[in-house]
């Protein structure tokens, strides 16, 4: 009881510390707002909160489809004006999405910054199995990366290095299901889904196969930002459609997002780490990535990436899959090449590491479910 009084005053407390921002047309949350304060990057939750303080000055909001707001002092409730408002106010211009994507990879190294880095992270991640969450963890984490750049020719250590700081919420609920027997397999696709270039390169390839078919159309600009949808049908008959936002004084993408349309897929054999086989279905994916110049450089911000209608039958039962991992990058600073130390062993679980507490100010906020989650008990499935 004692415990459940401190956990709400400390809820309390931190609840004056906040700012949310809405959709001017109907005040509802906006969810993903990246608030670009001085020193520090925040993203509001799933509830249209970010934990800005008070005192807060000359920052900026930006989000997906909204226009950027640019606040000279706090306020407690920030109002996002869309794009648009009706398809009548769409700015039709034609974009050749595959030279753009292969000029913007073809110089990635020279747009991007690409020396030593070091990062002060929020790491998020939850999965769930037939719509019952059976996995959270919201930790602080530090990053390092050689050269912000993902190239499979390195090991693991050459291109990203993490330090646990401090693991804020971790539950993992046991069950008999293909999804949390988990097959310990720190592959390519892994790492790489961590770099934005590994996902233009992914993305370029599918441009270039033979039959591809796509569009993009830039619907509106600002100053020299663009705002940029395109639909992509692969020679192998994968189909994407997405957005993202371009610079064109600097030919830098500053915001991405695909999706990933693979649920028509038909069903197909895979084998669990004991040789068991099973029947498993692809499902649908969204990969994000934003970025902010920092100094003259651009430098990460945000990566997300989801999954849903992942399918398994597996002991004769059915699973559908959800999942979502998050890295919102708080601080950058250039850093040296000797990387972390103490660091992660990525040749184990992430979670069965040991932690480096590190004191520092609280930027994570809770959704309600993630709070729902944390609070009520666990059931115990037993021993398989």
């Known amino acids: 009881m004692k415990y459940s009084f401190l956990l709400l005053l400390f809820f309390n407390f931190f609840s004056a510390q906040k700012l949310k921002v809405i ?7 906006v969810s993903n707002a990246r608030v670009l304060l001085q020193n520090q990057i925040v993203y509001t939750n799933e509830d249209g909160f970010a934990p800005v303080e008070q005192g807060s000055a000359n920052f900026e909001i930006s989000a997906s489809g909204f226009q950027k707001a640019k606040l000279q002092e706090f306020r407690s409730v920030v109002k996002l004006k869309r794009v648009y408002k009706s398809i ?10 595959r030279k753009l994507f292969e000029d913007v990879n073809n110089n990635y190294k ?9 990062y002060d992270v929020v790491y998020k991640e939850k999965k769930s199995d037939n719509n019952k969450l059976y996995f959270l963890v919201i930790a602080e984490t530090k990053l390092w990366s050689k050269t912000n750049y993902y190239n499979h020719n390195r090991s693991h250590d050459k291109n990203l290095q993490m330090q646990l700081n401090n693991v804020k919420t971790f539950k993992n609920i046991k069950s008999d299901s293909i999804f949390t027997a988990g097959i310990k397999d720190f592959s390519d696709e892994y790492m790489g889904n961590y770099f934005f270039n590994f996902e233009l390169k992914r993305v370029v390839s599918h441009l270039k196969d033979e039959g591809s078919k796509y569009s ?9 930002e663009q705002l940029v949808t395109f639909t992509i049908k692969s020679g192998l ?11 064109k004084e600097d030919k830098v993408i500053t915001y991405f997002e695909i999706h990933y349309l693979q649920d028509q897929y038909p069903m197909m054999k895979r084998k669990t780490g004991e040789g068991e086989e099973y029947d498993y279905q692809l499902g649908n994916a969204i990969l994000v990535f934003d970025f902010y110049k920092n100094d003259g ?4 911000a945000m990566s997300r990436l989801e999954g849903n209608r992942y399918i398994a039958y597996y002991k004769g039962v059915r699973h559908e899959r959800r999942s979502s991992r998050e890295l919102i990058y708080n601080t950058f600073k250039k ?4 990387g972390l130390n103490p660091k992660m062993d990525f040749s184990k679980n992430i979670w069965d590491n040991i932690q480096v507490k590190e004191d520092k100010n609280n930027t994570i906020l809770l959704s309600g479910d993630e709070q729902a989650f944390i609070n009520r008990r666990l059931p115990d499935f037993g021993s398989k």
């Open 297 to 300: 450089v651009y430098v990460p």
């Open 335 to 338: 850093s040296d090449e000797k």
């Open 23 to 29: 959709d001017v047309e109907n005040g509802k949350p």
């Open 110 to 118: 020279k747009r991007y910054y690409s020396e030593p880095s070091l």
């Open 88 to 97: 009548d106010e769409v700015k039709l211009e034609k974009v050749d999405i």
């Open 216 to 224: 993009g159309w830039m619907i509106f600009e600002e100053g020299n």
């Open 237 to 247: 008959g994968i189909e994407m459609e997405g957005e993202f936002k371009f610079n």
